[in-house]
């Protein structure tokens, strides 16, 4: 934190000062010369986007360039901004938040172009999110830098209690962050950033849709003074749009959330708490299995977190600690426990962070301390108990059980010599599940200032990941797991060039991964009892990845101040390819089925057209590795949109299409209006109307 000192002359020469609202935040508490225009400002705010403290002799001029066009992100162990960093953390923004078509944080982690996100069912019922050719295992999901993840496993990790319009930003991290985030974070992380309204107030909002779909939520806020606190609650539910052979339903779903933040902010200390709740039942289809088309899936995720951080003082320490519990009843056949046993699962997360970093002439260093404790009660994951414990709501017992620690030291330096910034450190882990000594995964990160505009970074880094406890345990319905498993490791090395401007941002790099005791499930041709597929949990010995990433953003405002139309363009684009050596007559289940190549691409205007209108439209297309697996399961069932922060919205236009070519092609367009008072949806070429706020909307999916 920079903190002013008005008895020294402090004064800071730029020569670029962006056109963001949030610039000015960089120079509180400073003095400026413009030119040979001397201002002072008041200090009304911490100077929280500015993250470097220079130490000058009284009446020295501080000459470095600096450009103060961004807030705090997290892809160091200590808070620097998006141009001081040497990764490529893409951040998408609040404003890029409202021009997209999206309806839920799943799609609109497809607009990162390393990101993968495979949804099973409408509206993400069951959401796969991984980064860079992984699986959903291997990233870390965060919610305000808390992890949220389930040890039990990776596809539950997307049940989040937050909707769109509570999100500030989405911060994606690619590549190895353990020194960031945590061993758990083998290629990466994405953070999910909420915001709490400067004002107290409330809003409510009720849709509804063919197939019984329906949706309702309500957000309260109250602010006064230093203190805020936030509530909101959603309830979404639809009787799907399949059936099973037996005519029963198998794609209907019920989410519920609620989620409550609340900060307290003073010029010395800053304090901030959340706790939520998600609740979902949906229809499993044939997502587990093929030969059963009748699957039903329950979870129940709960979580407490308290953050607090000092804002004076040489040493900024930010402790964290945190609390998640989930519960998984899966139903291979609905409704039918006396032909196959539910499984029953409960997990308890406690975790507690100690991290903090100071500045002194040599940069900025950071230190910390996680401990997590993970804990399983199950019917089939971990080992025998010695002592039952009975299932709430039910006649049946918890039989199985596992504990385990994870235990990591945190170390970090950053320095700027000139145009040469560094970030190097290492992380130290145990783990007591594994009979695992401590093991050193270092990292170092390095960007070099060109010019103005151009900047080239390079980084090594490191990490590990646990197995889940599905991985080791679940040897059940056609699959034999491994317990002896061991952690999966990752070495990565990447190189490229950030161009930016007041008009355009523009990043591509080149990355090579080399994997160690991958972690996979995979078919080697032998059998079950019943004459199945039988697939095995296993280490693969090395697995090496190339690829190359680039991106590209455009204010289209700045670039042709003649037009009136576009506001913004972007494109971005991943190609990836895995050379491993297998076996002949070796299936992979996850880790060898990747995103081959994928492009995307959007436009958005929140202008007048025709004084009535906004246009927001996207595309993306994917390809996948192997002919077989399609990266969107199932076509949604309900589309929305979000309208533009632009003048005068009277109406809404909005177009999205969607292709994902491996042996199909689903398109999906989208018109929507304020036009009447009516609300119009087709998703399966047939009609409904209903009332809702004063809108129209059609939709065709084809």
Same mark, same amino acid.
């Given at each position: 934190m920079y903190t002013p000192v008005y008895n020294k002359r402090r004064v800071l020469k730029f020569k670029q000062f962006n056109n963001h609202g949030y610039s000015l935040f960089s120079v509180l508490g400073k003095e400026v010369i413009i030119g040979v225009l001397s201002v002072a400002t008041l200090r009304c705010a911490d100077a929280a986007a500015q993250t470097t403290s220079v130490a000058v002799e009284p009446d020295t001029t501080w000459q470095r360039t600096v450009e103060m066009n961004e807030v705090n992100v997290t892809g160091t162990r200590a808070p620097l901004t998006v141009r001081q960093q040497a990764r490529m953390v893409t951040v998408l923004s609040r404003s890029d938040i409202a021009a997209a078509p999206v309806q839920s944080v799943n799609d609109l982690l497809k607009y990162a172009t390393g990101v993968d996100v495979r949804q099973k069912g409408p509206l993400g019922a069951l959401?796969?999110?991984?980064?860079?050719?992984?699986?959903?295992?291997?990233?870390?999901?965060?919610?305000?830098?808390?992890?949220?993840?389930?040890?039990?496993?990776?596809?539950?990790?997307?049940?989040?209690?937050?909707?769109?319009?509570?999100?500030? @930003? /989405?911060?994606?991290?690619? $590549?190895?962050? +353990?020194?960031?985030? !945590?061993? &758990?974070?083998?290629?990466? =992380?994405?953070?999910?950033?909420? @915001? /709490?309204?400067?004002?107290? $107030?409330?809003? +409510?909002?009720?849709? !509804?849709? &063919?197939?019984?779909?329906? =949706?309702?939520?309500?957000?309260?806020? /109250?602010?006064?003074?230093?203190?805020?606190?936030?509530?909101?609650?959603?309830?979404?539910?639809?009787?799907?749009?399949?059936?099973?052979?037996?005519?029963?339903?198998?794609?209907?779903?019920?989410?519920?959330?609620?989620?409550?933040?609340?900060?307290?902010?003073?010029p010395n200390v800053a304090l901030r708490w959340q706790a939520g709740l998600s609740s979902k039942d949906y229809g499993s289809n044939t997502y587990y299995s093929a030969r059963f088309d009748d699957q039903f899936e329950h979870t129940l995720k709960t979580f407490l977190s308290l953050k607090g951080e000092n804002r004076s003082g040489l040493l900024h320490f930010r402790p964290a600690i945190y609390w998640n519990h989930q519960e998984d009843r899966f139903e291979l056949i609905r409704g039918s426990e006396a032909k196959v046993p539910y499984n029953y699962h409960r997990t308890e997360v406690f975790g507690l962070n100690l991290n903090a970093y100071f500045d002194w002439t040599l940069g900025r260093t950071a230190f910390g301390a996680e401990m997590r404790n993970e804990d399983i009660l199950s019917t089939n994951l971990g080992d025998p108990l010695d002592r039952k414990h009975a299932i709430h709501g039910t006649e049946r017992f918890y039989t199985n059980g596992l504990n385990r620690t994870n235990l990591q030291l945190f170390l970090e330096h950053n320095i700027a010599l000139g145009p040469l910034f560094v970030s190097a450190g290492l992380?130290?882990?145990?783990?007591?599940?594994?009979?695992?000594?401590?093991?050193?995964?270092?990292?170092?990160?390095?960007?070099?200032?060109?010019?103005?505009?151009?900047?080239?970074?390079?980084?090594?880094?490191?990490?590990?990941?646990?197995?889940?406890?599905?991985?080791?345990?679940?040897?059940?319905?056609?699959?034999?797991?491994?317990?002896?498993?061991?952690?999966?490791?990752?070495?990565?090395?990447?190189?490229?060039?950030?161009?930016?401007?007041?008009?355009?941002?523009?990043?591509?790099?080149?990355?090579?991964?080399?994997?160690?005791?991958?972690?996979?499930?995979?078919?080697?041709?032998?059998?079950?009892?019943?004459?199945?597929?039988?697939?095995?949990?296993?280490?693969?010995?090395?697995?090496?990845?190339?690829?190359?990433?680039?991106?590209?953003?455009?204010?289209?405002?700045?670039?042709?101040?003649?037009?009136?139309?576009?506001?913004?363009?972007?494109l971005g684009y991943t190609w990836l390819n895995q050379r491993e050596n297998l076996p002949e007559g070796i299936v992979s289940q996850y880790a060898l089925e990747y995103l081959k190549n994928k492009f995307s691409a959007q436009a958005a205007s929140c202008r007048n057209w025709l004084s009535a209108w906004a246009i927001a439209c996207s595309t993306a297309w994917e390809a996948t590795s192997t002919p077989t697996t399609c990266a969107t399961a199932t076509p949604p069932m309900v589309c929305s949109t979000r309208a533009c922060n632009g003048p005068k919205r009277d109406g809404t236009l909005t177009s999205r299409a969607t292709t994902c070519w491996t042996r199909s092609i689903a398109t999906m367009a989208m018109w929507h209006s304020r036009a009447s008072g009516w609300w119009l949806e087709s998703p399966s070429r047939s009609f409904s109307a209903v009332k809702h706020h004063r809108d129209v909307k059609y939709t065709i999916i084809r």
């Open positions: 959401t796969d999110v991984s980064i860079r050719g992984g699986n959903s295992e291997q990233v870390a999901i965060l919610l305000n830098g808390i992890n949220i993840c389930d040890p039990q496993t990776g596809h539950n990790a997307m049940d989040l209690p937050v909707s769109l319009g509570e999100i500030e @930003r /989405i911060e994606v991290l690619e $590549g190895p962050a +353990a020194r960031v985030y !945590g061993t &758990s974070s083998l290629l990466g =992380a994405i953070n999910i950033v909420t @915001r /709490i309204d400067a004002k107290s $107030g409330a809003t +409510a909002h009720l849709e !509804g849709g &063919s197939y019984g779909y329906l =949706a309702a939520g309500a957000h309260g806020n /109250i602010s006064y003074q230093r203190w805020r606190n936030q509530l909101s609650a959603t309830y979404l539910r639809s009787d799907g749009y399949q059936r099973s052979k037996a005519g029963s339903l198998n794609s209907d779903y019920r989410t519920a959330k609620a989620f409550y933040q609340g900060q307290y902010d003073d992380t130290a882990a145990k783990n007591t599940q594994a009979d695992m000594d401590w093991r050193v995964y270092p990292g170092i990160d390095m960007s070099l200032r060109l010019d103005s505009h151009w900047q080239a970074f390079a980084n090594f880094n490191t990490s590990l990941r646990m197995p889940s406890f599905t991985e080791l345990y679940y040897s059940v319905g056609g699959h034999k797991a491994d317990r002896h498993l061991k952690p999966e490791e990752l070495s990565a090395v990447e190189g490229g060039l950030r161009y930016t401007s007041r008009a355009i941002e523009a990043k591509a790099s080149a990355f090579y991964n080399r994997h160690r005791n991958l972690i996979d499930w995979i078919s080697d041709g032998e059998t079950d009892e019943t004459g199945g597929t039988l697939w095995k949990s296993v280490n693969f010995g090395h697995i090496k990845a190339l690829g190359v990433q680039a991106s590209l953003q455009a204010d289209m405002r700045q670039l042709l101040p003649g037009q009136h139309f576009f506001d913004r363009f972007s």
